[in-house]
């Protein structure tokens, strides 16, 4: 094959790769885009429970059958498996976490607070470890001093009930089982803390 020849193939060869190369980088940022756009979209996206609660209604508190991951007063000990529906007749504080959640330790210590503060008079404060290793979520509870109770589940069933984009998310439940609260975020701060605090007080 004389050098012109050689040329040319070399020359195809290239524009093939260069035609590769744009398909994949082309397919590479349309995936990205798209998932971004999913992002977007679901950002603030109301659930049925927070329309139901914008409408003035307490929609029903989906039930839970989990296992104890963490005893304390009124649940029950370690190991043991319990209902939600057990709990009903007392105010429950139902909390979304994971170890590996930062936002989850800062607000912690605010619900080991409420926990101390109105545990007395009636309340539950009740984690639910989800998308976690049950020895790091130990690790998380020993670490941060948490003394009321926390189910675990090692699915993301729990967090599909309750329409959950992520983790803390936290439902104040009244005795009758109905979520009088959706709280979409941390509880962080003396403020925040005292505004469930009012509500808690509203409902024992």
């Given at each position: 094959m004389d050098a012109p020849e050689q040329e040319e193939t070399a020359g195809r060869s290239g524009r093939r790769r260069r035609t590769v190369l744009v398909a994949v980088v082309t397919a590479v940022v349309a995936a990205i885009i798209a998932l971004l756009a999913v992002g977007l979209t679901n950002q603030?996206?109301?659930?049925?429970?927070?329309?139901?609660?914008?409408?003035?209604?307490?929609?029903?508190?989906?039930?839970?059958?989990?296992?104890?991951?963490?005893?304390?007063?009124?649940?029950?000990?370690?190991?043991?498996?319990?209902?939600?529906?057990?709990?009903?007749g007392r105010p429950v504080l139902l909390n979304f976490w994971a170890s590996w959640c930062v936002p989850c330790a800062d607000e912690s210590g605010v619900l080991e607070g409420l926990w101390r503060r109105f545990g007395p008079q009636g309340l539950i404060v009740l984690g639910v470890d989800t998308q976690d290793l049950s020895g790091d979520?130990?690790?998380?509870?020993r670490r941060h001093g948490v003394t009321y109770p926390s189910l675990r589940d090692g699915t993301d069933v729990s967090q599909q009930a309750y329409e959950t984009t992520g983790v803390p998310e936290t439902f104040l439940i009244d005795s009758d089982g109905r979520i009088a609260v959706p709280i979409r975020g941390p509880i962080v701060g003396r403020e925040a803390e005292e505004a469930v605090a009012q509500r808690i007080e509203g409902l024992l």
């Open positions: 603030g996206q109301s659930t049925k429970i927070d329309q139901a609660i914008a409408a003035g209604d307490r929609p029903p508190a989906p039930d839970l059958d989990l296992t104890i991951l963490k005893g304390g007063r009124g649940v029950g000990d370690a190991g043991q498996r319990i209902r939600l529906s057990d709990l009903r979520a130990r690790t998380f509870l």
